[in-house]
């Protein structure tokens, strides 16, 4: 489907449902595309996805103390020799 910039802006409740319907929308300003409009998902392409966990999370779970001690420890004054 295509949509010029003023559709976007008069037509948006229309084109949110082409969206929810699994629509592409191409967005055209003076006759040239511009943008493309295309329904929400995480990146497929890193292999996420929607509500996967972020591999990062948890990345200290093996650490015991609390964070709060973690962090005095690493700002503490180094001891030079």
């Known amino acids: 489907m295509e949509a010029t910039t003023k559709d976007m802006r008069v037509h948006s ?6 969206i929810d319907r699994g629509e592409e929308i191409v967005i055209t300003y003076h006759g040239r595309k511009r943008a493309r409009l295309v329904p929400f998902t995480l990146r497929e392409e890193n292999g996420q996805e929607e509500g996967a966990r972020n591999p990062l999370f948890g990345l200290w779970g ?4 609390s964070v709060d001690d973690q962090v005095r420890r690493m700002r503490q004054p180094r001891a030079f020799d």
């Open 62 to 65: 093996d650490r015991t103390g």
């Open 13 to 18: 409740r229309e084109l949110l449902a082409a």
